[in-house]
């Protein structure tokens, strides 16, 4: 019979070894592919020009630039397959409730969440993924994949000026580059400040770099999710986080 | 005000008049213009090459000579025309180049070219991927012109493009028009049975990435032989892997998700622990190293010491060839490491076959003729010793090839300390090595190629095994 101290901190796995692997290869990646790409398109600022010449040349930048796109792109087609796999094989749910999908009550949480701010309500019963966290997931998800589009245009424009007008070369550029600004400006400051400078929090958010969670944590931060773990338990007897994507 | 509206007018004119000057036909320059001697700076100036302005400005100068007719040199006693046929330069991807930009040093009295025209001003040379390493010694303008004669400088073993035909007459290589080498029949302008510059008789596939092992490689799987090993290699690899899925993981015995999730997270707890620095210990003392085979029998670490460590060497100058290509394609570490001439590269290559050689040797000595009692004599450990020095054997006979065919001065080739006797010695046998070469070549490859696809199979296996044992045994102490 564990006491009730340890009960608080009995361990579940928030994520798995192939999403923390993923995390950290985007994370490398995305801050790659910021410094980089902002390196060639503000190229006349005297931080671009001098980081340029630490690397060797414009070529070089270019390379590197490509060489993080590819790896991050990667990682979106690994986490495809996942979600295939999951929906296929785990026979998982990647819409319910518990999964990182929108939901009406998304919407709900976040006006909840405004009243609580403002002392007018309680904190709202937040499921597996809290809006920020969906709305975190789902900017890079699909985000990766309208940059790496507009990117591929620019990566090979005598090929795609073949299949579709010469100005959308122009058009992928302005929008690669103001995508860009937009999703760095939402990683390095709302992920980063969502994620990990919340004071519950500060300084990092170790679960998903250790994969670990403890009940407590659930609790306090998901308790749909612990209802939810609780009610999988009682009809399945072999309730573990580690199974919900 | 009359001012500023004379101004605007003139500025008008200059814009209407300034396209028209600029015709189908470069504008010439006659020593005499409007009825009065030319201005010395109309030819004693450098245009900037780095605006279309220049270019066209170097272009219209040099053409004022070299577009017409009679612009001839005479060599032996021959007439060979210097004209540049504007047509087709223009058709080509550098008509928007200067004439300097190439031909560097033209532009100066006398009027003549030491250098020929400097393709690496701008482009960089061909690493493994486009067209293997022996092309190292070869001009661009070898392949990159029309003409189809070629001749070897035996001097430095350069292949250049010849300023004669096959008549011995002189020819005017004045034609910019760039060839389509993509097609496969225009390597032949060498590679046929009767060329005079060492080239092979047969086209050769490229490398692949799977000799990264022991050369540098491009990064493409290229041949079919390569295809069939690597398929079978990763046959292997999953047959080994759902073999070792086989066992319980965690006292988890059926589903394999669990087991693989079980597994990941452990590697994943340990990587990220002290732990991993025991684990970085156990990888440089003892998979590196060998230290528990030190432990055992000095003799033994030496046989696998004088084979593994000079696969690993080997595998290290070859990751080393590719990155610094791909970092710096000019830079004179690339070049030296990719070029099989360069003294240093030479060297190693020898020097770690022939230590794997002896390793094999030695091997096969313990095995059959000592028969010491405690060596286990089975028909597998043979087959892998077999395959990796038959491979060598057959690297050092082609390596010998190479150099007798090529013609390298051998200045050059004595550095190849094994190649280079060997060269020699099947010199004495007067057979046309240029026809056996691709034999061999292709011989050394289809080996190689089974050498990867016997990797998890055999023997072999133990190059993933053992390391993964020693590693695991750690963390369970």
Redesign the interface.
């Known amino acids: 019979m564990m006491t009730k101290e340890d009960s608080r901190q009995e361990v579940f796995?928030r994520f798995?070894?192939?999403q923390?692997?993923l995390h950290i290869i985007v994370m490398v990646g995305f801050t790659g592919l910021a410094i980089t790409g902002f390196s060639l398109k503000f190229s006349a600022q005297w931080w671009a020009s001098g980081f340029v010449y630490l690397i060797?040349g414009a070529g070089?930048l270019a390379?590197l630039h490509r060489f993080f796109a590819v790896i991050t792109y990667a990682c979106v087609m690994a986490h495809i397959i996942w979600l295939i796999y999951y929906k296929l094989?785990?026979k998982g749910s990647l819409t319910g409730p518990q999964s990182l999908f929108p939901k009406v009550k998304d919407i709900k949480d976040l006006l909840g969440h405004l009243r609580y701010f403002f002392g007018r309500g309680s904190l709202p019963s937040f499921n597996r993924f809290t809006y920020w966290e969906k709305f975190d997931y789902l900017a890079i998800f699909l985000g990766m994949n309208t940059m790496g589009l507009t990117g591929l245009i620019l990566w090979a424009p005598e090929f795609f000026s073949r299949l579709i007008p010469g100005y959308f070369i122009n058009l992928a550029q302005v929008l690669h580059l103001y995508e860009a600004i937009m999703a760095v400006a939402l990683k390095f400051v709302v992920h980063l400040i969502s994620a990990h400078f919340r004071p519950e929090i500060f300084p990092v958010e170790k679960s998903i770099?250790?994969?670990k969670t403890t009940k407590e944590k659930i609790i306090r931060e998901h308790p749909g999710e612990w209802e939810n773990i609780n009610a999988s338990t009682e009809s399945a007897a072999s309730g573990s986080a580690?199974q919900t994507s | 005000m009359n001012k500023l509206i004379l101004f605007i007018l003139i500025l008008i004119g200059v814009a209407l008049i300034a396209p028209e000057a600029r015709a189908d036909d470069p504008v010439m320059m006659p020593p005499v213009l409007d009825g009065k001697q030319r201005e010395c700076m109309d030819c004693h100036r450098y245009p900037n090459i780095n605006t279309n302005e220049g270019a066209y400005a170097s272009q219209a100068f040099c053409l004022e000579c070299h577009g017409q007719k009679a612009c001839q040199k005479t060599v032996n006693g021959q007439k060979v025309s210097l004209r540049v046929n504007l047509q087709t330069f223009e058709k080509t991807r550098h008509k928007y180049a200067a004439c300097i930009q190439c031909h560097t040093d033209v532009a100066r009295c006398p009027h003549s070219s030491e250098s020929g025209a400097q393709c690496t001003e701008c482009h960089t040379v061909h690493g493994e991927e486009e067209i293997h390493d022996p092309h190292l010694r070869v001009d661009c303008q070898a392949c990159h012109r029309t003409s189809k004669f070629v001749s070897l400088d035996k001097k430095t073993g350069q292949v250049r493009l010849s300023h004669f035909n096959d008549q011995k007459a002189p020819i005017s290589l004045t034609d910019h028009a760039l060839p389509d080498v993509t097609d496969p029949e225009f390597c032949k302008r060498c590679h046929t049975n009767e060329n005079k510059v060492g080239a092979a008789a047969a086209v050769l596939p490229s490398k692949s990435f799977i000799c990264i092992l022991c050369h540098s490689a491009p990064l493409t799987i290229g041949h079919p032989i390569f295809w069939a090993a690597l398929i079978i290699f990763l046959f292997g690899m999953i047959l080994t892997l759902s073999f070792w899925f086989k066992g319980s993981v965690e006292e988890e015995e059926k589903s394999l998700?669990r087991k693989v999730?079980l597994t990941?997270?452990s590697?994943?707890?340990t990587l990220?622990s002290r732990q991993v620095f025991t684990l970085i210990k156990v990888v440089i003392l003892d998979v590196f190293l060998q230290r528990r085979i030190l432990q055992e029998s000095v003799k033994r670490w030496s046989i696998h010491s004088l084979i593994y460590l000079s696969i690993l060497a080997r595998l290290f100058l070859g990751l080393l060839t590719y990155f610094a290509y791909?970092?710096?394609p000019d830079s004179s570490l690339a070049l030296s490491l990719l070029n099989k001439n360069n003294g240093f590269t030479a060297f190693f290559y020898d020097l770690t076959g022939l230590l794997i050689v002896t390793g094999i040797a030695w091997a096969m000595i313990q095995r059959f003729i000592l028969k010491p009692v405690h060596v286990a004599r089975e028909g597998q450990d043979n087959l892998a010793i077999g395959i990796i020095g038959i491979l060598i054997i057959l690297g050092f006979l082609l390596e010998g090839t190479r150099i007798l065919m090529t013609q390298i001065p051998s200045s050059m080739a004595v550095y190849s300390f094994i190649g280079y006797p060997i060269a020699k010695l099947i010199a004495g046998l007067g057979l046309d090595w240029k026809l056996i070469y691709p034999y061999l070549w292709y011989a050394h490859a289809v080996v190689g190629a089974l050498l990867i696809a016997y990797l998890p199979f055999g023997k072999m296996k133990h190059v993933f095994n053992t390391p993964l044992t020693l590693m695991m045994n750690y963390k369970m102490k």
């Open positions: 796995i798995s070894v192939l923390r692997f060797g070089h390379y094989v785990l770099f250790n994969g580690s | 998700h999730a990941s997270e590697v994943w707890q990220f791909r970092i710096g």
